[in-house]
């Protein structure tokens, strides 16, 4: 089991945040990025899926935007606390965005309780291993598709950027 932090304002808040979303018609789904240091709050989101019909606007994806349509590029120095564990897409959002910390109210399997937002390809008990499996075994169809050249672009890019 993983650590467990002790109850505090900003996990309360999202609590919060995300009881009002479910209020207003969205999902049970809301994060709140606080600076480290200064204990700032930099963005508060809610799970934007119902109101939107963007399939990728889950509160920590939605708080990210926030964060870099005011110029932050990533996480560095930032708690990020959410209403459940993350799910892979936003995981994957936040391992690039790079917070110091991510504190969550409810475990996957609380959530599993009373809320299931899987599709024809996974579950919520499933979509964590699609992950480890090999590409054909998924559930998502991938192929690859045939090209003369599929390294050009990553060649271009690493021409242009020859410093990274």
């Known amino acids: 089991m993983s650590e467990q932090a002790p109850q505090d304002q900003h996990a309360d808040r999202a609590v919060e945040l995300a009881l009002a979303n479910v209020e207003a018609g969205g999902k049970p789904f809301a994060t709140v990025v606080v600076d480290r240091s200064s204990g700032e709050v ?3 989101a809610t799970n934007q899926v119902a109101q939107s019909g963007d399939l ?3 509160a920590e994806i939605t708080a990210i935007r926030q964060l870099a349509e005011r110029g932050r590029t990533g996480l560095e120095g930032c708690d990020v606390y959410v209403t459940a564990y993350p799910c892979p ?3 994957g959002a936040l391992y690039y965005a790079q917070p110091e910390r991510v504190v969550y109210v409810a475990t996957r399997e609380q959530e599993d309780r009373h809320y299931e937002d899987g599709n024809r390809y996974t579950t919520l ?3 964590y291993d699609e992950y480890a499996k090999p590409v054909a075994e998924r559930s998502l169809p991938a192929v690859q598709a045939q090209h003369p050249d599929p390294e ?3 060649r271009a890019w690493k021409q242009a950027h020859p410093e990274a």
């Open 42 to 44: 930099l963005a508060e």
């Open 56 to 58: 990728t606007a889950h």
């Open 89 to 91: 897409m936003c995981l």
């Open 125 to 127: 008990a499933t979509f």
């Open 152 to 154: 050009s672009p990553f």
